[in-house]
């Protein structure tokens, strides 16, 4: 039966990470795969989620019965005052609702599935470059129109707004457009103050259904609030609209997959026709979220004093982020690598869009065993202090080769 069946393309950052296992060099650097690392290139369970895990396993009150099918309520309604600002009017108006979902990808899936179902939408456009899986979330739930707009221009490693207006433009009525609220993954650039107004315009004028991606909150400027004004903006403007939250990324609860999909109404009456259908969709997708992660961000955030901790927590991770840009940027320049690399320095996140090409890239990998994405991102916090002589000169060799 299962003798036609061909073998799957291999996901292309796992894979990376397996050949890096493999690879027996001293000095191999896996700057793949999208997770924090410690200067010590280590992953960090933040001190704060260890308080609480402690906490949680001597806690004879707690046990593992169900959740509600639309995921824990504490979690979801800590998640939306992150996301939107304890005194956003989605939130004051009551018309807006939080359902838990398997990590920021859960959220997605949520969000196609139920603008494919209940409001027949077929079409969805995200920027191009983009994560990948978007593309991959709406085929499997059926979009027969799944594309990508021009987002990045090459050549002067800024947004080609005019490239993504006028795809935008063209798109079908009914569209899902994917916006990434900041930090964008993987260019790192994210649309000025006067381009998301424009950008808003041309989705308020089309009727496009909006998603925001909200994977990395907090670490484009280390402030919490900052990362969440693209959202706030469109519910300022009073859209109807989706936000994936994950919580894999600011709270490095990357395996327990928590996440949670914001959906903002203009009204409570609409509010709760949309909360019971998307419980339908949980309910036939993987009928209840798994409480541990969830658990953690609301005792968390629920706690002032926690809350504080975990701030600085996220602090300690974008400012890293911020000195591994500056040192390499720094260290190509001392060097002379050919070309101009203020990008580094510019980008916001965890990923830095390069610019190397993939002959470049190729020789990363086999001459200097450091893997990275075929399009050249990297992972900024996979470099340390120990590694990034060796890494700057193996870019250098590489573009100067
Ligand atoms: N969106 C973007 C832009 C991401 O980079 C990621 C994670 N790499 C996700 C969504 C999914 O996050 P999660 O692991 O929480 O499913």
Known sequence: ?????????????????AQYNEDNHPQKVNLGVGAYRTDEGKPWVLPVVRTVEAQMATDVTL?????????????????????????????????????????????????????????????MYTSSP??????????????????????????????????????????????????HGCCHNPTGVNPTEEQLKEIGDLVERKKFMLLVDEAYQGFASGN????????????????????????????????????????????????????????????????????????????????????????EHVKTMSDRIKMMREMLFQKLKSLGTPGKWDHIIEQKGMFSFTGLNPAQ????????????????RINMCALTTSNMEYVANAIHAAVTE
């Open 63 to 123: 046990n593992h019965e169900y959740l509600p099918v639309a995921g824990m309520p504490d979690f979801r309604l800590a998640a939306l005052r992150l996301l939107l600002g304890e005194d956003s009017p989605a939130i004051v108006e009551n018309r807006v609702e939080g359902v838990q979902a398997i990590g920021g990808t859960g959220a997605i899936r949520l969000c196609a599935d139920f603008c494919k179902k209940m409001l027949g939408y077929d079409s």
């Open 361 to 376: 890239v190729d020789i990363l990998m086999k001459k200097y065993h450091i893997y990275l994405l075929k399009n050249g």
């Open 1 to 17: 039966v299962f003798g036609g069946i061909e073998i799957a393309p291999p996901i292309e950052v796992f894979n990376l990470t």
């Open 130 to 179: 983009t994560w990948g899986n978007h593309l991959g979330i709406f085929k499997s739930c059926g979009y027969s129109n799944v594309k990508q707009y021009r987002y990045w221009d090459a050549q002067n490693r800024t947004i080609d707004f005019n490239g993504m207006m006028e795809d935008l433009n063209a798109a079908p009525e009914k569209t899902v457009v994917i916006l």
């Open 224 to 311: 919490l609030e900052q990362d969440g004004n693209t959202v706030r903006y469109f519910v300022k403007r009073g859209f109807e609209f989706f936000v994936s939250q994950s919580f894999s990324k600011n709270f490095g609860l990357y395996n327990e997959r928590t996440g949670n999909l914001a959906i903002i109404c203009a009204n409570k009456d609409a509010k709760l026709r949309v909360k019971s259908q998307m419980e339908m969709v949980v309910r036939t997708t993987w009928s209840n979220s798994p409480n541990h992660g969830a658990r953690i961000v609301a005792s968390v955030l629920n706690n002032p004093a926690y809350y504080a901790e975990w701030k």
